[in-house]
């Protein structure tokens, strides 16, 4: 994954999308990249993954946290 393709994602994940918790680690939450994949968990019972290779448009980006969102 290139820089720009995270700088992208991470503005709609830093804050977790359900409950907006900002932290990771210490048991609060998880983000991590590996490769091409973007996942973000929460203690809150949040959890993303997204493949950038699925593209980095907003609109892709909104509707994969949407349906994250709807899984829980
Ligand atoms: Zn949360």
């Keep these: 994954m290139n820089g ?3 700088l992208i994602i991470s503005p ?3 804050d977790c999308p359900n409950c907006g ?3 990771v680690g210490n048991g609060e939450g ?3 990249v590996e490769n091409n994949m973007v996942k973000r968990s929460c203690k809150c019972g949040f959890k993303f ?3 950038v290779n699925n593209g980095t448009s907003k609109k892709k980006i909104m ?3 949407g349906e994250a969102l709807k899984q829980m």
């Design 4 to 6: 720009t393709d995270f």
């Design 12 to 14: 709609f994940i830093n």
């Design 21 to 23: 918790n900002k932290l």
């Design 30 to 32: 998880m983000l991590e």
């Design 49 to 51: 993954e997204y493949d």
């Design 63 to 65: 509707h994969a946290i």
